[in-house]
């Protein structure tokens, strides 16, 4: 079982959310989150004062696969968040030792 | 058979009216039928004199009961629409811009202003700032609000219940102090808050209220004081006491943790637009109540009001837009705001044009006060007390002198110029003279207050609380759970 962390653009979650659901992927942990790469932020004038945000606003969503699965996730992920800009975001995989459901115990690749 | 009731009914009704028409019946036809015997014309007359004499005074009394009437349900809603502007309206525009974890605290004290502000009021402040005494402060004789029941006071408003003009008058008792928690925001501790408001209560807006507003003062312009100052609604008695009162404060505590480095952005400009609606719309309770009757001189003022915050928005926004490229919805409501307190004092002697103008400086004037002085002298007026209340109350009172027209109020008498543009420059003299006192008075009073406060139980939070903020050190609450 693997761990797919992906941070990408707020406005493209519906789009990869569709493409994850189509490729049979059941579960998703989805955040909001604040951060930036090599993206530069803007700035925000509050009575005169200058504030630099160069927190910029994300979407964050958490997703843990079978290992047959890794792949088709990314790939899916990836056509569906890409616009070729500065922002686009990134993808993170790590191992996952051990997935249960709660309701009943349930462990291993059964529980995802 | 049913008996017919309603057949019976109008008979005798019938019968009622005929009956009385014929027995009362017309001057004319009394004199065609003379009635003989003992009623001689003479006596119908002197009768006749008399019930007249009588019906004259009865109308007397109706005339007056109307005008009563419409003037009191002007001045009980202005009176709620000025609470209004206490709360929610000056609560979420001070809200607005603090910091998520400061919401309640700067809600609080505004909300607390209108529980203890009150009761101060009733028991004491209301007698010393309209209660007789001298040229500077009000007596005790009306302490427990003895003698203030439901009959007019000549000398303050001849229409309306005294008990009205009272409760009206605690109204800007109540958000004047909330003005100046503006200054201190994010760093006072609650406890110390209060006792500072009831002690700036007693000795800075009651000698204030009383010199410009009470009987006998020395700025009342309508009462015959020495130097009469021209402030229809406030603009020395609340707005520039609460903005010099704001700065000192917000001196003598220093900066909040971090500033001017560390972001402190408001935390919803939302809010803030709500707050400062709310305080426009109230605005007209607070200007136009302040003719105290629901007549023209209330048109007048309230059609200065409105003019006077649409130019001041305008000007603002002109001013953003030339420095900063965009106008932005704080700058704004900002400039709405700035407008609304340099028109109070001269709502009820200005011409709607000279309302524009007026608006238009107070804009311009608020903005520089706030983006450029600020920055330039460094001090934490967290809130722009003093850049918008303390400035703008100044300019306002300054542009009285110029603008006030006895047109529109004369109340010097009637023909008597009245600002400096009609001819009369000295007026200008008597209004910094009326501005200087309110500084002077704001500046060593609250100085005093801050000391003694501060060397009693302590001015400001621990930093720690000052950290984890208000919300939580003050009140042990959060204003957003995000958990739940």
Known sequence: MQKIEAVIQPSKLDAVKDALVEIGVEGMTITEARGHGRQKGHTEFYRGQEYSVDLLPKVKLEIVVRDEMVDKAIQAIMTAARTGTIGDGKIFVSKIDEAIRIRNDERGEIAL | ?484
């Open chain 2, 1 to 484: 058979m049913r008996f017919p009731v309603v057949k019976v009914f109008l008979a005798l009704l019938f019968t009622m009216i005929f009956g009385a028409s014929v027995l009362t019946g017309s001057r004319a036809m009394a004199q065609a039928a003379p009635q003989a015997g003992a009623q001689g014309t003479g006596t119908s007359q002197t009768d006749r004199i008399a019930a007249l004499e009588k019906q004259a005074a009865d109308n007397a009394a109706a005339i007056a009961a109307a005008q009563t009437a419409g003037d009191n349900g002007w001045m009980l809603v202005s009176a709620a629409l000025v609470l209004m502007m206490s709360g929610p309206g000056l609560a979420l525009f001070y809200g607005g811009l603090v910091r998520k974890k400061n919401i309640l605290g700067t809600m609080m004290q505004t909300f607390a202003m209108m529980a203890v502000i009150t009761v101060l009021w009733g028991l004491v402040t209301y007698s010393l700032a309209f209660g007789e005494g001298n040229a500077f402060i009000g007596g005790l004789h009306n302490i427990f609000l003895h003698g203030v029941g439901l009959a007019p006071d000549v000398k303050y408003a001849a229409t309306i219940p005294l008990q009205t003009f009272m409760v009206y008058q605690l109204m800007f008792a109540i958000i004047t102090p909330a003005l100046i928690t503006g200054a201190f925001a994010e760093r006072m501790k609650f406890s110390a808050m209060l006792v500072f408001m009831v002690l700036w209560a007693l000795f800075v807006y009651s000698p204030m209220a009383h010199m410009v507003w009470g009987k006998g003062g020395f700025l009342n312009a309508a009462l015959g004081g020495r130097f009469p100052c021209l402030d229809f609604a406030g603009g020395t008695v609340v707005h520039v006491t609460s903005g010099v009162s704001a700065l000192v404060t917000a001196i003598y505590l220093g900066k909040r943790l971090g500033y001017p480095k560390v972001p402190m952005p408001p935390h919803s400009v939302v809010l803030s637009f709500i707050g400062a609606c709310l305080l426009w719309v109230g605005w007209f309770g607070f200007n136009a109540g302040s003719a105290l009757s629901a007549g023209t001189l209330a048109t007048s003022a309230f059609v200065a009001t409105h003019f006077a915050a649409a130019a001041a928005a305008l000007g603002w926004g002109a001013a953003e837009w030339f420095r900063q490229g965009k106008v932005s919805a704080l700058g704004a409501i900002s400039g709405a705001v700035a407008g609304l307190v340099a028109i109070t004092p001269a709502a009820g002697f200005v011409t709607p044009m000279s309302a524009l103008w007026i608006g238009l400086i107070a804009g311009v004037f608020c903005y520089m006060m706030v983006v450029k002085v600020k920055a330039l002298f460094g001090y934490d007026d967290s809130l722009d007390a003093f850049g918008v209340h303390g400035a703008g109350g100044t300019m306002g009172a300054i542009l009285t002198g110029i603008f006030a027209n006895s047109v529109i109020n004369p109340i010097f008498g009637a023909g008597k110029p009245t600002g400096l543009l009609e001819g009369n420059w000295h007026q200008l003299l008597n209004q910094i003279v009326g501005v200087a006192i309110a500084w002077t008075l704001s500046i060593v009073g609250t100085l005093v207050i801050l000391f003694i406060v501060d060397k009693s139980i302590g001015l400001r939070v621990s930093e720690d609380d000052e950290r984890t903020g208000l919300d939580l050190s003050q009140h042990g609450e959060e204003g957003y759970d995000w958990a739940h």
